[in-house]
C-alpha cells in the first residue's frame, strides 16, 4: 500500500506541510526533545497543535500488538507535531486536558478529531512509558494536578449577569471575574476569580478593558465564557501552552446533543433528509418532515436537527449520498446522533463542533424498539441490544474498502477503516466489528494468516458474520455461541437478544473507530494489518510493519 493513498483517517492525520517563519517555534519543550535526561523524560509535556483546514497535525495515532498505550507514529519532517517537539513512539496521556491512557483507542481518536484545527495533547516518552507500565505506576498520578478551563453560557436575569469584572490599568487581556453567588454567572458554573479567556468565541488576550465592556454590552441578554482558575492557568502558562475552548469542561451548557436509536417498522424509520447550509456557512445533513408515530418520532427526532453522527461515525463534511449510504447500511436499526436547531446556531457562533462535547455517557437519549418485537429488551437506560450481522461484499474497482487488524491482548480480527462508498460500507461493516464466519467458515479460533487467506480465496464476493464487540462479550457472558442464523430478521437472533435483555445488558452502541493507517516501514512490531480499499489493486495484499 502507498501511504500517499491511504485511507480518509490517515489523510486527516498526515501533513505535507512548508515550514512558515511567522509561527515560530515558542514551545520550550521542543528544545528539551533531544538531550533530555532520563529525569526529564519520565516526565510528561504538554502541546498545543495548530493546523490549517485541509492540513493535519503531521502525526498518526496507533494501537500496536505487544506494546501499550496510545502511540506516536510517522511525525511528518517538518510538521507541526515535529516542529512543537513531539517524538515517534510518544504515547499520548491526555487529549484537551482529559485523561486518556486507559480510555478505548477509538474515542482517543474521535476526539482529535473533533478538535478541528486545534488540539492540546499531553504525551510521556515511550520507553518511559514502558517503565512505568513495567512497575505497574498510576500514570495518572505524574501528570501535575490542574483544573480543566469551563466553557459557561449565562443568561441574563433582572439584576444582569452576575459577574464583574477587573483588569489591571493599561495592561490588554487580563481579566479577572468576580461571581455574586446564586446569580445567573454562579448557576452558569462561573468560578469567582477565574480568568476570562474567550468571550462569545473569540479570545480576549488583545481586548482592553473598554473594548471588552463593549463587546458585553453587544452580547445582549447572553453570553459564553471561556474562563480557568489562577492555578491551572499559571501551569499552562509554564508549559508554554495557550488554553483554547476545546479543553473546556462543558458539562454545564444547556445544549446537548442527542443519540436516538431506531429500528425500521413496515413504513421505514418516517423522516426525511435533507441537505443545507448550516449556521456556519458550511453543508450540512439536516432531518425534517418526521411522520407522527413511526420509530423517528417515537425515538425523539424534531423537525429541524442537524445529523451529526450516524452508528458513532461523524458525517461532518460527508456529502449527501454517503450519509445516505451510512444509514442504509445500518440494515434494520440505525443509531443518529443529533443536535436541535438552537444547539447547532449555539457551537457555530462559537466555532466549535458539538461532536467535542458528545460522549455516550452524557448524551441525551432516546430509544425505540417496535412495540411487540422484544419485551423483555431493557427500555430508557441504553439502546436496545443489537445483533450479530451477515455482510455481502461485491469487490469493487477499488477493493472491498475495508482494513483487517489484530490488536494486543485481544482476541479475534477486526474491521477497522471502512471506506465511505465501498462494497464494505454498503454491506453494512462498522469499524470495531469482530469477524465470527468468512464465507460461513468460523473463524474466531483462527490466525490472521488464515483469515486473509479465505478472504483472498473468496475472489469478487464475500460474506462476513459479523458481531459489535460489546455484543460479542454480552453473548459469552451467557455462553451463547454467535452464529449466522442469530443474524439480524432470525428467531435465533430474537432469541438471544431477549437473553440478553433479560440480564438488563446495557449495550453501548458506539463502536470502536480503528487505529490510524499502520505503517509497513515503521521499525518495530505492529498490529497485523490488512486492506481492502481504496487503494488496493488487482490482488489484496498483506501490509505488516517489521
Not at 515558542?26 to 526529564?40: F, I, M, R, V, Y
Not at 513495567?134 to 436575569?157: I, M, S, Y
Not at 459564553?224 to 469542561?249: C, H, N, P, W
Not at 472491498?400 to 474491521?415: H, N, R, S
Request: negative net charge; charged residues 25%.
Amino acid at each position: 500500500m502507498k501511504q500517499k493513498q491511504g485511507l480518509e483517517d490517515t489523510k486527516e492525520l498526515t501533513l505535507k506541510f512548508e515550514f512558515n517563519p511567522k509561527d515560530g517555534i515558542d514551545n520550550p519543550a521542543l528544545s528539551l526533545a533531544e538531550d533530555s535526561d532520563t529525569e526529564g523524560a519520565e516526565k510528561p509535556r504538554f502541546y498545543l497543535l495548530t493546523k490549517g483546514d485541509g492540513e493535519s497535525f503531521g502525526f498518526c495515532l496507533r494501537e500496536e500488538m505487544g506494546y501499550k498505550g496510545h502511540i506516536i507514529r510517522q511525525v511528518v519532517c517538518g510538521g507541526m507535531a515535529q516542529r512543537r517537539g513531539l517524538q515517534d513512539g510518544d504515547r499520548i496521556l491526555e487529549v484537551n486536558g482529559e485523561y486518556v491512557d486507559n480510555m478505548e483507542h477509538f474515542r482517543v481518536v474521535q476526539k482529535i478529531k473533533a478538535s478541528g484545527n486545534q488540539v492540546a495533547v499531553a504525551v510521556l516518552d515511550g520507553n518511559a512509558y514502558e517503565v512505568a507500565k513495567a512497575l505497574d505506576k498510576n500514570l495518572a498520578e505524574l501528570l501535575p494536578g490542574h483544573t480543566r478551563p469551563r466553557l459557561c453560557h449565562v443568561v441574563k436575569d433582572k439584576s444582569g449577569f452576575g459577574f464583574s469584572v477587573s483588569a489591571p490599568e493599561g495592561v490588554k487581556g487580563t481579566f479577572r471575574l468576580s461571581v455574586t453567588s446564586d446569580g445567573p454567572a454562579d448557576k452558569a458554573g462561573v468560578p469567582s476569580g477565574s480568568w476570562l479567556l474567550e468571550l462569545n468565541g473569540a479570545s480576549v488576550r488583545n481586548y482592553t478593558y473598554t473594548r471588552l465592556t463593549r463587546k458585553l454590552k453587544q452580547s445582549g441578554s447572553k453570553v459564553t465564557l471561556l474562563v480557568i482558575d489562577a492555578k491551572s492557568e499559571e501551569f499552562y502558562r509554564l508549559q508554554g501552552v495557550r488554553v483554547i475552548a476545546s479543553m473546556a469542561d462543558a458539562a454545564t451548557l444547556p445544549f446537548k446533543a442527542r443519540k436516538l436509536h431506531m429500528v425500521k417498522g413496515p413504513d421505514g424509520y418516517g423522516f426525511l433528509l435533507k441537505e443545507e447550509k448550516c449556521s456556519s456557512g458550511t453543508m450540512g445533513q439536516f432531518l425534517s418532515e418526521v411522520d407522527t408515530g413511526l420509530p423517528a418520532d417515537r425515538a425523539g427526532m424534531r423537525d429541524g436537527d442537524r445529523l451529526l453522527a450516524v452508528n458513532s461515525e461523524g458525517v461532518e463534511g460527508l456529502c449527501h449520498q454517503e450519509v445516505v449510504d451510512m444509514i442504509r447500511a445500518g440494515g434494520n436499526q440505525v443509531t443518529l446522533l443529533v443536535i436541535d436547531p438552537d444547539g447547532d446556531k449555539f457551537y457555530s457562533s462559537i466555532g466549535l463542533s458539538p461532536l467535542l462535547f458528545s460522549e455516550d455517557g452524557h448524551l441525551s437519549s432516546g430509544t425505540h424498539t417496535i412495540p411487540g418485537s422484544h419485551p423483555s429488551m431493557p427500555q430508557g437506560n441504553g439502546a436496545p441490544v443489537g445483533t450479530p450481522r451477515l455482510c455481502h461484499l461485491d469487490m469493487g474497482p477499488e477493493g472491498y474498502g475495508f482494513q483487517l487488524q489484530t490488536v494486543a491482548d485481544k482476541p479475534g480480527i477486526f474491521i477497522t477503516q471502512v471506506a465511505a462508498g465501498s462494497g464494505g460500507k454498503r454491506a453494512g461493516l462498522k469499524e470495531g466489528d469482530v469477524v465470527i464466519e468468512v464465507n460461513g467458515r468460523n473463524v474466531e479460533q483462527a490466525s490472521y494468516e488464515e483469515v486473509l487467506g479465505r478472504i483472498k480465496e473468496s475472489g469478487q464476493q464475500l460474506t462476513l458474520l459479523v458481531v459489535e464487540q460489546e455484543q460479542l462479550r454480552s453473548y459469552g457472558e451467557m455462553d451463547l455461541a454467535v452464529t449466522a442464523d442469530m443474524a439480524e430478521g432470525g428467531d435465533a437472533a430474537a432469541r438471544a437478544e431477549a437473553l440478553l435483555g433479560s440480564r438488563q445488558v446495557s449495550v453501548s452502541k458506539a463502536g470502536p473507530a480503528p487505529a490510524f493507517y499502520v505503517s509497513p516501514q515503521a521499525p518495530h512490531r505492529p498490529a497485523s494489518a490488512f486492506t481492502w480499499g481504496q487503494d488496493s489493486t488487482e490482488k489484496p495484499e498483506q501490509e505488516l510493519s517489521y
